[in-house]
């Protein structure tokens, strides 16, 4: 990984560990959001952990790349576990994170040989995989420090993130004022608001990047999770995992997730694509398409626990990445070394590429226009 000079860490750790089962006290109900230092960059910014809980979820967020540094939840005994892959203090998170837990943008996913073009303009980006661009180029919003102001409003709790990136960041046109709202509700649902403006053509995908293992990270792999998601096609990627354009029947492949099935079953199947992804690494094509609200797209389930969570969505796509790039050389918040297949991503989105696959639906922001998109996670046992 790309490292710029001036995030690396002067010695910083956290003031407090992610808890695991029976962890930080939290009063039941929407409490206020509490602050504390968990470390600075060598610039002397200081990034802070936010923690909040409601419903019977906890939720810990870092200042830095609006990180998920924890997410905790009960299993149907009342265990709590931390469901979400993270580390325990910032200087792994600004040196090695494949990002854990983080906000993704201004271009969630790849971008072919990091160009577009718009307005008959070709932009070249930060080249940060191979020869592409991956969520955002070398200094994506994932590795920002977010501005965040806690709320509690009636029954919901929740964090405002706002992080504005300059014109001509990672290559990308246009001022992007970013906005994104964690909301704790009272039923415990994690529910996640984009918005975004900008003051000249540019081209948005804002997603979330946490590493999801039900049974609580450390606890293995995520291969016997139970996995539906709502799609009746996929998007095919070429060895560089970028979509070809095709939009794929899921039918008859690997990639059939229409009925639950658990995640290791097609995992080892000789498909090329599984074979390009190192297992699954690609975009579903929701069927239910570009919605006004956010409407259920896929469930995840460990049957161990019980734990299940539920996705709904007013996004496309889906990008779901079964952790095939972790390796054994990152160790996780709770002591275990992370490897191949320890947690799994459900990135909500709109497809890879899209600013130069015509047919694709479109991602370009002009000047006067919102962005908004919604993600809501809800959790059960
Ligand atoms: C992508 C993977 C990539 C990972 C980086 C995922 O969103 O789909 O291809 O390796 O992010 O951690």
Known sequence: ?????????????????AAGAGGTAHAAGGSRPVKELFGSLTDGTKVHRWSLANGGTRLKVLSYGGIVQALEISDR?????????????LADYVSSSPYFGALVGRYGNRLDKGR???????????VND????????AQG?????????PFVKGTDVGLYLRYTSADGEMGFPGTLR???????????????????TTDRATVVN???????????ESSGTVYDHQLAIEASRFTPVDAGLIPTGELARVAGTPFDFRRAKSVGEDIRVPHQQVLYGQGLDHNWVLDKGITSRP??????????????????TNEPGLQFYSGNFLDGTLTGSGGSVYRQGDGLCLETQHFPDSPNQPAFPSTVLRPGRTYRTSTVHSFDV
């Open 130 to 137: 191979g020869e592409n661009t991956l969520h955002g180029g």
């Open 178 to 196: 970013t906005k994104v709202t964690y909301t704790l509700t009272r039923h415990g649902d994690w529910r996640i608001d984009y918005e975004a």
């Open 206 to 216: 804002l997603t979330s990047h946490v590493y999801w293992n039900l049974a609580g």
């Open 141 to 149: 919003f994932d590795k920002r420090v977010w501005d965040v102001e």
């Open 116 to 126: 577009f073009t718009l307005d008959g303009r070709t932009y070249q980006l930060s």
């Open 77 to 89: 005994r009342g265990r709590y576990a931390n469901v979400s892959l993270g580390f325990d203090n």
């Open 295 to 312: 409407e259920h797209i896929a469930t995840l389930r460990d049957p161990s626990s019980g734990r299940t969570l539920r996705i709904a």
């Open 1 to 17: 990984m790309e490292l710029n000079r001036r995030t690396v860490i002067a010695g910083a750790t956290a003031a407090g560990i």
